[in-house]
């Protein structure tokens, strides 16, 4: 599976971004997706999975209430919708896919995106 992260930018605390990821390659149906989050000098962290039928829903606590995942198996692309963003959600956000069962630890994902980033400051 190959992934293209989109819809960061510069924004204001406040602010909201919807990100996507489209996806290509086979049975992209079959896949467990997350997004993950990196700042500069920090290890990847979770944010939201959803998966393969998007039956199951996580997010980080950090994130929690003001973001939503969703995915759409006909298009092949999963969103994240973040909301009253703010500087601490600065980084760059990669979509990932797992062909194994639903995980939410880095380790567990096979394919990554080069990621978008997000900059929240006023």
């Known amino acids: 599976v190959q992934l293209q992260a989109s819809g960061g930018g510069l924004v204001q605390p406040g602010d909201s971004l919807r990100l996507s990821c489209a996806a290509s390659?086979?049975?992209?149906?079959?896949?467990?997706m997350a997004w993950f989050r990196q700042t500069p000098g920090k290890q990847r962290v979770f944010v939201a999975g959803i998966s393969r039928a998007g039956g199951r829903i996580d997010y980080a606590d950090s994130v929690k209430g003001r973001s939503t995942i969703s995915r759409d198996n006909i298009k092949n692309t999963i969103y994240l919708q973040l909301d009253s963003l703010q500087p601490d959600d600065t980084g760059v956000y990669y979509c990932?896919?797992?062909?194994?069962?639903?995980?939410?630890?880095?380790?567990?994902?096979?394919?990554w995106g080069r990621g978008t980033l997000v900059t929240v400051s006023s």
């Open positions: 390659g086979r049975t992209y149906s079959m896949y467990g």
């Open positions: 990932a896919s797992s062909g194994g069962a639903y995980s939410t630890r880095m380790a567990d994902f096979d394919s």
